[in-house]
């Protein structure tokens, strides 16, 4: 077996998962405290992923994209929980189910009358579109990147929640809101201040997918549905477990596409392995959760103030 | 839904004048009645119009109204809120793909293999989703389409991602050939008022009511000696065989089949369908198919971006009708 080439791929796929945790924490978050199913997380994915295409495009910079996406999805964030979100929180799942479809369709619509039907690419500045030598090992500059900004997001995140005054509001809500109410916590600003910055984190996970695969209508109700195994994987409203499940299911799906096909080529022909590999990928990834469900229903990690 | 609130539910209930619900039922079956009456003459009316185009609508409105009746027996009777339940159509939709593809165009073995393995698929997966409850159930049914979904998308001699188009359509001997649009669309008629009329059966019989008083509080079912979990593995693998029957008159409708009418959002838009028309009616699905489709023309023909509308459509639906048009119609708000 190629070590560069396996190198190459653990990295894919540690890149996969992380931008898989980035939604899955908001996802989870957003899901743990206010028992809200949202299948809009997506949305913000794929505006941020959009609106840094646009800026990126217009200034020949992918920073100053990157700058702009931010801030706006934290906005749209806002803008949904207080004009959607807010009036589910006490809803049953059904109903919440199709309120954030419905989003899903108005978000997809809205894009394709502002962008067009044809997707945007991002370029790449020179210092990031390159490749870098790491310990005898070409890499791509623009992974090692996304690893290393997506990985300080994930531990500012964790500081926020075990070490700041926020974050302890934040946990306090989660484990029982009435009594925080009770303690003076504004429970509503929690929810909304949690609910947009898990969009933000969404976002930023859009933006930094962008130069990778480009931005597209859909590409968020796709991903979304990866995230919602991962919570329910790890544990929902577990920050560590997600974590943990989104490495995971990023490892399998992007080394079972890798290897999946030279595996069943050895049983079955060529043309058969090559279609097969990277469906068998994802079918695995339902399977752990299938698994998981059956064996540990409330995900490996499950908080445990709960 | 914890039992304090089921005792205020069902003394709610309770205090609604029995008359009113029998009342309000008997409306709802009328109605159904009804539709079906008007759906048996369009052909003519639409011939005498000159619109046959609209008899494709109604076709399909008819075939999404099966499938989504079947889901009402989960979602409306049950409160097992299945996200998963496109795969179904799939499973029956390529049953008839895959076996027309080997020449087999016999439309009895090809109805029975699609019934058999959706029933088939719906009984392995519900004795694994059944035990889960919530929101882990919504997931995991959704898993389970997706495996399915999958599985279909990496089949590259079944058209894989690009779907498969199917050339012959199901015939039960010499005289019935489904291909034949008139043909088709009695049958389906006929199979929609079948399963519409089972589904009014169904709610009032023993098996109705149990799933409904499972669904209000699961520990008080188990405690008079019923155990739920049979019952609702029963219901699952109804639905499942049903909407696997849509899923065959589908192939013969559309005579082409993708993974992608297994996918989320196909199954996210048969709920809204039962929404729409009411959940838990007899009415419903087909009333809710009929308004999906129509919006879907009417807004579709007015601009390209017709599922903005739609979303919101459908937002305002969740947050306003709770009971979905049928049960305006019945005069309740409240969902049964």
């Known amino acids: 077996m190629n070590t560069v080439l396996l190198i190459n791929q653990l990295l894919n796929g540690v890149q996969l998962g992380l931008i898989l945790f980035l939604l899955a924490a908001g996802l989870s978050l957003v899901f743990g405290i206010m028992d809200f199913i949202n299948l809009a997380h997506g949305v913000s994915y794929m505006i941020g992923a959009y609106v840094c295409?646009?800026?990126?495009?217009?200034?020949?910079s992918f920073i100053l994209g990157m700058i702009a996406a931010i801030p706006a999805t934290l906005v749209l964030g806002f803008a949904m929980e207080w004009l959607i979100a807010r009036h589910f929180y006490k809803r049953d799942h059904l109903d919440q189910v199709l309120a954030t479809f419905g989003l899903v369709l108005c978000a997809d619509s809205a894009v394709?009358?502002?962008?067009?039907?044809?997707?945007?690419?991002?370029?790449?500045?020179?210092?990031?579109?390159?490749?870098?030598?790491?310990l005898g090992v070409t890499l791509p500059s623009y992974r090692l990147f996304i690893v290393a900004a997506a990985a300080a997001v994930a531990i500012g995140l964790w500081l926020v929640i075990t070490q700041t005054r926020a974050g302890m509001m934040v946990r306090a809500s989660a484990s029982n809101e009435e009594m925080a109410r009770a303690l003076g916590i504004e429970t509503r600003w929690v929810f909304a201040l949690v609910f947009a910055i898990g969009a933000t984190l969404a976002g930023i996970a859009g933006i930094m997918v962008a130069p990778i695969s480009g931005a597209s209508i859909g590409m968020g109700s796709q991903i979304?549905?990866?995230?919602?195994?991962?919570?329910?994987?790890?544990?929902?409203?577990?920050?560590?477990?997600?974590?943990?499940?989104?490495?995971?299911?990023?490892?399998?799906?992007?080394?079972?596409?890798?290897?999946?096909?030279?595996?069943?080529?050895?049983?079955?022909?060529?043309?058969?392995?090559?279609?097969?590999?990277?469906?068998?990928?994802?079918?695995?990834?339902?399977?752990?959760?299938?698994?998981?469900?059956i064996f540990k229903p409330s995900g490996l990690f499950p908080p445990a103030n709960r | 839904m914890t039992d304090n609130n089921a005792i205020v539910a069902t003394s709610a209930e309770r205090s609604e004048p029995v008359h009113d619900a029998?009342?309000?039922?008997?409306?709802?079956?009328?109605?159904?009645?009804?539709?079906?009456?008007?759906?048996?003459?369009?052909p003519f009316i639409l011939n005498l119009a000159g619109q046959d185009f609209w008899?494709?609508?109604?076709?399909?409105?008819?075939?999404?109204?099966?499938?989504?009746?079947?889901?009402?027996?989960?979602?409306?009777?049950?409160?097992?809120?299945?996200?998963?339940?496109?795969?179904?159509?799939?499973?029956?939709?390529?049953?008839?793909?895959?076996?027309?593809?080997?020449?087999?165009?016999?439309?009895?073995?090809?109805?029975?293999?699609?019934?058999?393995?959706?029933?088939?698929?719906?009984?392995?997966?519900?004795?694994?989703?059944?035990?889960?409850?919530?929101?882990?159930?919504?997931?995991?049914?959704?898993?389970?389409?997706?495996?399915?979904?999958f599985i279909m998308v990496g089949l590259r001699q079944f058209g894989g991602d690009d779907g498969l188009t199917i050339n012959f359509t199901s015939t039960f001997g010499d005289r019935i050939d489904l291909g034949q649009k008139p043909v088709l669309y009695y049958v389906v008629l006929g199979v929609l008022a079948l399963v519409l009329l089972s589904f009014s059966r169904i709610i009032k019989s023993d098996f109705g009511l149990l799933l409904k008083a499972a669904k209000g509080s699961e520990r008080r079912v188990m405690a008079i000696g019923f155990d739920p979990f049979r019952y609702r593995l029963a219901a699952y693998v109804a639905a499942g065989a049903v909407c696997g029957l849509a899923g065959f008159l589908d192939a013969n409708f559309t005579s082409f089949v993708?993974?992608?009418?297994?996918?989320?959002?196909?199954?996210?838009?048969?709920?809204?369908?039962?929404?729409?028309?009411?959940?838990?009616?007899?009415?419903?699905?087909?009333?809710?198919?009929?308004?999906?489709?129509?919006?879907?023309?009417?807004l579709g023909g007015l601009t390209t971006y017709w599922h903005f509308w739609f979303g919101l459509f459908l937002i305002a639906v969740v947050v306003l009708a709770k009971g979905g048009l049928a049960g305006l119609l019945n005069g309740r708000g409240a969902r049964t």
């Not at chain 2, 159509?89 to 027309?100: H, K, M, N, R």
């Not at chain 2, 020449?103 to 058999?116: E, F, H, R, S, Y």
């Not at chain 2, 694994?128 to 919504?138: K, N």
């Open chain 1, 112 to 134: 394709k009358y502002i962008w067009g039907p044809r997707g945007l690419s991002v370029p790449l500045p020179a210092w990031l579109s390159g490749q870098i030598e790491v």
């Open chain 1, 224 to 293: 979304v549905i990866l995230a919602l195994v991962v919570i329910i994987i790890g544990g929902i409203g577990s920050i560590g477990g997600a974590f943990i499940a989104a490495l995971g299911v990023g490892l399998i799906d992007t080394l079972g596409r890798a290897y999946l096909p030279t595996i069943l080529a050895a049983v079955f022909s060529p043309a058969v392995a090559s279609s097969a590999g990277p469906s068998l990928a994802s079918i695995l990834i339902y399977l752990t959760m299938t698994f998981v469900l």
């Open chain 2, 258 to 298: 993708t993974p992608e009418s297994m996918s989320w959002t196909n199954s996210a838009e048969l709920i809204f369908i039962i929404i729409v028309g009411g959940l838990g009616t007899v009415s419903g699905p087909i009333l809710g198919a009929l308004i999906f489709l129509l919006l879907e023309e009417f």
């Open chain 2, 22 to 42: 029998v009342r309000g039922h008997d409306r709802d079956f009328l109605a159904a009645l009804l539709i079906l009456f008007l759906l048996a003459l369009a």
């Open chain 1, 53 to 60: 295409a646009t800026i990126a495009i217009a200034t020949n």
């Open chain 2, 55 to 149: 008899l494709d609508v109604l076709l399909r409105a008819m075939i999404l109204g099966i499938a989504a009746a079947s889901l009402n027996l989960l979602i409306g009777l049950s409160g097992l809120v299945s996200l998963g339940h496109a795969v179904f159509l799939g499973i029956g939709a390529y049953s008839v793909g895959i076996l027309a593809d080997m020449d087999i165009t016999n439309g009895a073995i090809q109805l029975a293999v699609a019934v058999t393995l959706s029933g088939l698929y719906a009984f392995v997966t519900g004795l694994i989703a059944l035990r889960t409850r919530g929101v882990h159930f919504i997931m995991i049914t959704l898993a389970f389409a997706q495996i399915i979904y």
